[in-house]
């Protein structure tokens, strides 16, 4: 049950992404957050805001790699996604689709 969650979970693994900070980042308690962690019942709209912020911190911290930013708002969240679109390396942009 729940084995579409496996990626994310691997993504805030791999990482290392505080689960406090995942937790303001999407606006959610930090109780919801350990329950789609640990493959239980949890509503798909929180499901989709995690799975989309883990995604876009991931992406965020690789284009700024080796810096990590500490992002607890939504409205952060966002700015940084912003800010990391518009780098680009040698002319290549990166994509978030790159991160697997």
């Known amino acids: ?6 990626e994310t979970i691997k993504l805030i ?3 290392q992404i505080p689960k406090a900070m995942l937790a303001s980042a999407c606006g959610i308690a930090c109780p919801r957050l350990s ?3 640990q493959l239980r019942q949890c509503p798909t709209a929180k499901e989709q805001r995690i799975t989309e912020a883990v995604k876009q911190i991931a992406y965020i911290w690789s284009v700024f790699s080796p810096f990590r930013f500490h992002i607890n708002t939504p409205e952060l969240l966002a700015l940084a996604m912003e800010r990391a ?3 680009s390396f040698g002319g290549e942009k990166k994509k978030c689709s790159d991160l697997n």
């Open 1 to 6: 049950m729940f084995e579409y969650r496996r």
């Open 13 to 15: 693994n791999e990482w």
């Open 35 to 37: 329950d789609f962690i």
């Open 85 to 87: 679109s518009t780098v």
